[in-house]
């Protein structure tokens, strides 16, 4: 990576969601969804957001596509030439940032209207920035569609979303984000729907694009061999928290953070020779709901210590090149 | 592994449906012994799940049966009566679905749910005994037993998952069939319930037909796997064998589409094309439009299930020859 400015910076983010009382009453417990997160993502680059549902790894990817505000804390998105404080955004200045950042979401049966047609899908964010004419629409429409895979585009520009299987919806869905040629976009589990047959196929697709068109990835996923496949590095979640991150190969071969290892440990294997080690974790899930000052895996850590408990979460620390993890114990 | 529990012999099954008939399970063949573990692995609509729901008689009204038959030692369970049917579910073969956390009643205690369940199966069992049962399969299933007095809503997705399987072996079943007991739970708490239903399956020496779309999971909690593909069987073979010696092409696809996080990493293979709609499925072997090996005979006739050796099972005209496989 070279050392020029990163294209997506995060500082210390949070996101607070109050926890319902009941009706009248005043909720003075808090959901820790996201709490004091930074990290940077390098133009070009794709970084991976791992780790089990609940982790606030989907708030995140709200966050940076502003589909939720932040409670503190802040975004930077470095484009043309300048870098914006994405908190302030207002107006005219929020819709050019729209057009740098798009999102592309789990589910394809969901997250697309039913009564329109694959070409409104695709050519609604042009309509909505008021890029070029109609008939210049149409043609960007169509060359995304092939671009995408949908060939010949004629045969799929006048067909609606349940005439379409799930990884052709998927690379509608692909297609539409990328029409307004983001710099950055927020994949939220793009392939956990598709079967294992087409997924290849859109994973391929998705990085292919990302090296045509100069686009950055945050590639959120609960899967780690699907983050290995598409991300350049890694960042591992539980409870709000990054505990590690790094440059995928390296987190995966050397995992320093327990919780890390045992996630990797639970991973199941494809190949019934190999025998995985034991999952080393204790307890089951627990919520971030007002959670005490200390380490936040402490209940479930298998090497716990009394610095752990007394101290507040530890920071990240790196241990060289780029690979740091949050445990006091490594 | 013991004698033949449970044979299956060219079960065909169609949905009939306005725009016509949908032919989702085809021809399928296998048998199941005592206290193995058979792993049915395939993608969405092949119809693994159709199967499992044909083998206990539970499909939807416009489903229609033309051939087949589906033995439990001497009795074919498609030509009994429903009364007599109704004896078999749970009590010899109980299954558990995907989805079967959620359909827990909030409003009941999940120890007393059970306890129904037990009443309507066993109706000679006292409420004490019933009871001592449901904290028996919960120590089984690795839940703590003093559990069975909380509400469903206490319960996160594993252990409701747990509760939902311990109502299945309440009535000791020789087979329980697990469609896709896990793809709802994340990693960790997949690999814990992966532990324990294998360790009861041992334990009690139950045969299992564990259902998934995961080749990782399949790989580790099967001794053999039949591989499915639009409504047919396409291999079925000892897990060493169907991993490492795959014989159908699509096996061999669908594995070297799979990522892994170990080992070296290598290129993900993608097979051209998507699955067919099995309203208008293709003639012949239904894979031969995606297929690398194709050849002349395969867009004609089906090809034969036919025994490659000892057991291991494949319909293919182009196998993959067996220097090939090992590199496979």
């Known amino acids: ?85 994405v ?45 070029g004419s109609v008939a210049e629409r149409e043609e960007r429409v169509a060359e995304m569609l092939s671009l995408v895979g949908l060939t010949p585009p004629a045969s799929f520009l006048f067909r609606f979303p349940h005439e379409l299987s799930g990884g052709q919806r998927q690379r509608v869905a692909i297609a539409r984000a990328l029409i307004v040629q983001p710099s950055f976009v927020v994949a939220d589990e793009p392939t956990s729907m598709l079967d294992v047959s087409i997924r290849t196929g859109v994973m ?22 699907v983050a290995r496949y598409m991300c350049d590095r890694i960042a591992v979640m539980y409870l709000g928290k990054i505990v590690e991150i790094g440059a995928s190969e390296e987190v995966l071969h050397n995992p320093l953070h327990p919780y890390t290892r045992a996630l990797l440990s639970a991973v199941p294997i494809p190949d019934p020779r190999q025998r995985r080690p034991e999952v080393n974790i204790k307890g089951g899930v627990s919520r971030p709901i007002d959670p005490p000052p200390r380490c936040r895996f402490y209940e479930r850590c298998p090497i716990a210590a009394k610095v752990c408990e007394e101290n507040n979460h530890p920071p990240l620390e790196d241990k060289g090149d780029g690979h740091a993890v949050a445990c006091y114990r490594v | 592994m013991g004698a033949p529990l449970l044979q299956v012999e060219n079960l065909t099954m169609h ?68 009364a007599e049917m109704r004896r078999v579910r749970w009590r010899r073969i109980s299954i558990v679905f995907q989805a079967a956390m959620n359909s827990l009643n909030p409003v009941h205690r999940v120890g007393d749910q059970i306890v129904e369940a037990i009443h309507v199966h066993l109706p000679d069992m006292q409420d004490e005994a019933a009871r001592a049962r449901v ?100 291999e079925l073979g000892t897990t060493e064998e169907v991993f490492l010696e795959p014989i159908h092409p699509y096996t061999r ?68 020859d067996l220097p090939q496989r090992h590199q496979a």
């Open chain 2, 135 to 234: 904290g028996e399969l919960f120590q089984l299933i690795g839940l703590d037993p003093a559990l069975a007095d909380r509400y469903p809503h206490e319960f996160s997705g594993g252990m409701r998952q747990r509760a939902i399987i311990a109502m299945a072996l309440a009535c000791n079943p020789d087979i329980i069939i697990a469609d896709e007991p896990t793809t709802a739970l994340d990693v960790i708490v997949q690999d814990s319930l992966l532990k324990s239903m294998r360790r009861f399956q041992n334990q009690l020496g139950m045969a299992m037909i564990y259902i998934s779309h995961d080749m990782a999971v399949i790989a580790e909690v099967s001794d053999r796997v039949g591989v499915m593909y639009a409504g047919r069987l396409v």
């Open chain 1, 1 to 85: 990576m070279e050392a020029k400015q990163p294209l997506v910076q995060v500082e210390s983010l949070r996101k607070l969601y109050p926890v319902e009382a009941g009706l009248f009453c005043k909720t003075d417990s808090w959901i820790h969804a996201v709490d004091g997160i930074g990290f940077e993502i390098g133009r070009g680059e794709s970084l991976g957001l791992v780790g089990e549902s609940g982790c606030g790894k989907t708030t995140i990817g709200k966050l940076l596509v502003k589909l939720v505000e932040p409670t503190s804390g802040s975004i930077f998105l470095q484009a043309n030439g300048r870098r914006i404080d």
């Open chain 2, 15 to 82: 949905y009939h449906t306005r725009a016509g008939d949908v032919s989702a399970v085809d021809g399928v063949s296998f048998t199941l012994s005592e206290g193995e573990s058979l792993g049915l692995v395939g993608e969405s609509g092949c119809g693994k799940s159709s199967m499992a729901a044909t083998l206990l008689r539970l499909l939807p009204d416009n489903a229609r049966v033309s051939s087949g038959r589906v033995r439990l030692g001497n009795v074919d369970l498609l030509r009994l009566p429903e």
């Open chain 2, 253 to 320: 696809a669908l594995m070297s589409a799979f990522p892994s996080v170990t080992g070296e990493k290598r290129e993900l293979a993608t097979l051209p094309g998507e699955p067919p709609d099995l309203l208008h499925p293709p003639g012949g072997c239904r894979f031969h439009p995606r297929c690398p090996n194709r050849i002349e005979p395969c867009s004609r006739e089906a090809p034969p299930w036919q025994d490659f050796g000892g057991g291991h099972f494949a319909a293919c005209w182009n196998p993959i």
């Open chain 1, 204 to 225: 391929r697709l998705m990085g292919d694009l990302a090296r045509r068109l100069d686009v950055t990835y945050l590639y959120i996923t609960h899967d780690l061999a």
């Open chain 1, 87 to 131: 908190a302030g955004l207002r107006g005219k200045e929020l819709k050019a940032y729209r057009r740098e950042v798009q999102m592309v979401f789990q589910d394809p049966y969901e997250s697309m209207n039913p009564r329109r047609t694959i070409y409104d899908t695709v050519a609604e964010p042009l309509a909505v920035q008021r890029v």
